[in-house]
């Protein structure tokens, strides 16, 4: 079962503008990772952000987490048409090393 | 390029055949996660081996079956395969720290 959810399923976007992507989890989390994936490839790692956390920066990139509403976002600005992929939030529970995806959003940047 | 190595890159097989898929960890990491991803959706966790010894397990009947071997470099088996295996596969290394580093996957197709 996915633990979360994604909105929204699709985004198009110009390039140069920015992009948001929300996460929304059901159960407690020891962190929440970000990942992209390019055309059915592999998964590659964007952010990691600990429970305890509530906003992180890496780049172009800014993820913020609340663990009240249990939900977090990924904000991509100056997006660019090689930032088309997929994008996946997963969590981790506590002792548990397995990751729970969503179902990811698609993001494409129209040149 | 996260050193996680897979292969075969590809695979084609017949309902009821048996497979196997292997996968290289990053130097340094001890544990190897499994996750099984369908067309349109998040990666699924299978199975997590750390240091040789299973350490969780998914939703996955026992046909799905894996090894970890002394170098930490690891093995999934899928026996009786059915129409509904065909997926990327995909495999994480990680170490003591929360982040898993994916490989490209395998790419398995069941007619």
């Known amino acids: 079962s996915q633990q979360g959810e994604e909105d929204p399923q699709a985004l198009s976007i110009q390039e140069g503008e920015n992009a948001t992507m929300n996460c929304s989890y059901k159960?407690?989390?020891?962190?929440l990772q970000w990942y992209r994936q390019n055309s059915g490839r592999g998964l590659v790692h964007l952010i990691l952000?600990?429970?305890?956390?509530r906003e992180k920066h890496s780049g172009r990139l800014r993820v913020t987490l609340d663990t009240s509403k249990k939900s977090s976002s990924l904000l991509i600005t100056a997006s660019r048409a090689a930032d088309t992929a997929s994008y996946f939030c997963a969590t981790d529970g506590w002792g548990a090393q397995k990751l729970v995806f969503g179902q990811g959003t698609r993001l494409t940047i129209n040149p | 390029e996260t050193g996680v190595t897979q292969s075969p890159t590809h695979l084609i097989k017949t309902r009821g055949q048996q497979v196997t898929l292997r996968c290289s960890s990053q130097s340094g990491h001890n544990t190897v996660s499994w996750y099984q991803q369908a067309l349109g959706q998040g990666p699924q966790f299978i199975f997590q081996y750390y240091r040789e010894e299973e350490n969780g397990r998914g939703n996955f009947p026992p046909r799905f079956s894996g090894l970890q071997f002394p170098n930490y470099s690891s093995e999934l088996n899928v026996n009786a395969l059915e129409l509904d295996d065909s997926a990327l596969y995909l495999c994480a290394s990680s170490s003591a720290e929360d982040t898993q580093y994916f490989g490209p996957g395998t790419r398995l197709t069941v007619l």
């Open positions: 159960t407690s989390i020891n962190n």
């Open positions: 952000i600990r429970s305890n956390e």
